[in-house]
Structures are given as structure tokens and as C-alpha cells.
T-cell receptor, first 115, second 113 residues
Framework: EAGVVQSPRYKIIEKKQPVAFWCNPISGHNTLYWYLQNLGQGPELLIRYENEEAVDDSQLPKDRFSAERLKGVDSTLKIQPAELGDSAVYLCASSPGTGGKSEQFFGPGTRLTVL | DAKTTQPPSMDCAEGRAANLPCNHSTISGNEYVYWYRQIHSQGPQYIIHGLKNNETNEMASLIITEDRKSSTLILPHATLRDTAVYYC??????????????FGKGTKLSVKP
């Protein structure tokens, strides 16, 4: 069974440019998460989707970050415009069911470098 | 903020048991203890979880003290591939933001030949 797929794996952009990350969760997983991980730190939750609904986006910086999960499957996380401090690894995870009862399966992440 | 305290780093000899401690003195009665690990350049991987009884699976064993204020993850025969950052997390197993995973900095385990 395929795991969580993320693309691209690496992205280098200049500040003020837009960037988008894509995530394909494990088939049948209703819940999808986006995390941000700074160097030497643990992942921090940005947003959680249950099916197509964003049920927890309290940690998402909405002035420049946006996310969508059309049809409750794939998801895209966008930053516009990117800032130097956005350099980090962006992780996507999914879990079966809803309500946070199940274990989360993580993708390999996208490493973003903003110059 | 993470509700757990872990040593920042540990070393273990290959083939020996690795015992990773975690303190969670403020754990609530409905919170479970979860362990994830993150190998370099990969996403975190679920290992095991427990409420109050000791648990064992194909990857590891989890020992939770009777007062539930601390726990130990045991890798019985560590290999070089077990070198990773290990995260101890307490969380409830139901919906809402209380069920979110809150990662601390974890313990960097280095398994040496």
C-alpha cells in the first residue's frame, strides 16, 4: 500500500514569491494534516481537515498561508508571498476515520528554502 | 507546549536494549502516551501507545508507571536503523484540538556499532 505522497520534495524560491505544496494521503483516510517543522524542532500543526472541511486551522497564519482539500482527497498548501522565516520542512499526514482517534501516517515532507 | 519532558540525546550500543525515558507528570486520566520516531529526512513514524497498561508490539515495548507520571520506551535489540529522534506525546483519543499531536524536541537516539 502506498504511503502519504508529497511533492515536490525540495523547493528553493526567492522571498516574496509564491509556493505550493501538494499532498496525496493514504487511500481512504478521511483526516489530513499539514505540519511545519523547523530545524531541530518537532512538527507543529498548521491545519487539520476532516474530509473536505478544515476543522482546526487555528495555527495557520492566514495572512499568507492558505490550504484546500477539494473533494476530500488531495490537498494543497500555499504560501504567498514567502518570507525568509518560512524556510522549513512542510509535512503532510493522514489518518483513517475522523475525530483524532487514529494514528497518523506522515509523508516525507517538502523542504522549502527561501532565499 | 509539549506536556512531556525527555532527555535531548542518548547513545546505545548496537544489539543492546535502548531505554528511552519520558516524564509526563501532569497527564490527565483520559490521556494516552504515544511514541513516534523520526529518522533523518523522513516524516515521523508511529511506534506505540498506551493508557496505563504496559504494551508491546513488533517494534517496541512501552512501560508506564503505576502513577502514570512517567514511561519508558524500550527497543529490545537496537540496530543502526533505529538511530532517530524519538518523540513522547500525551494526547486524548477523541476529536477536537485536544486530540492533536503536540511534539516537543524529542530524544535523539544514536545507535553505535
Amino acid at each position: 500500500e502506498a504511503g502519504v505522497v508529497q511533492s515536490p520534495r525540495y523547493k528553493i524560491i526567492e522571498k516574496k514569491q509564491p509556493v505550493a505544496f501538494w499532498c496525496n494521503p493514504i487511500s481512504g483516510h478521511n483526516t489530513l494534516y499539514w505540519y511545519l517543522q523547523n530545524l531541530g524542532q518537532g512538527p507543529e500543526l498548521l491545519i487539520r481537515y476532516e474530509n473536505e472541511e478544515a476543522v482546526d486551522d487555528s495555527q495557520l497564519p492566514k495572512d499568507r498561508f492558505s490550504a484546500e482539500r477539494l473533494k476530500g482527497v488531495d490537498s494543497t498548501l500555499k504560501i504567498q508571498p514567502a518570507e525568509l522565516g518560512d524556510s522549513a520542512v512542510y509535512l503532510c499526514a493522514s489518518s483513517p476515520g475522523t475525530g483524532g482517534k487514529s494514528e497518523q501516517f506522515f509523508g516525507p515532507g517538502t523542504r522549502l528554502t527561501v532565499l | 507546549d509539549a506536556k512531556t519532558t525527555q532527555p535531548p540525546s542518548m547513545d546505545c550500543a548496537e544489539g543492546r536494549a535502548a531505554n528511552l525515558p519520558c516524564n509526563h507528570s501532569t497527564i490527565s486520566g483520559n490521556e494516552y502516551v504515544y511514541w513516534y520516531r523520526q529518522i533523518h529526512s523522513q516524516g515521523p513514524q508511529y511506534i506505540i501507545h498506551g493508557l496505563k497498561n504496559n504494551e508491546t508490539n513488533e517494534m517496541a515495548s512501552l512501560i508506564i508507571t503505576e502513577d502514570r507520571k512517567s514511561s519508558t520506551l524500550i527497543l529490545p535489540h537496537a540496530t543502526l536503523r533505529d538511530t532517530a529522534v524519538y518523540y513522547c506525546i500525551v494526547r486524548v483519543r477523541y476529536g477536537g484540538s485536544q486530540g492533536n499531536l503536540i511534539f516537543g524536541k524529542g530524544t535523539k537516539l544514536s545507535v553505535k556499532p
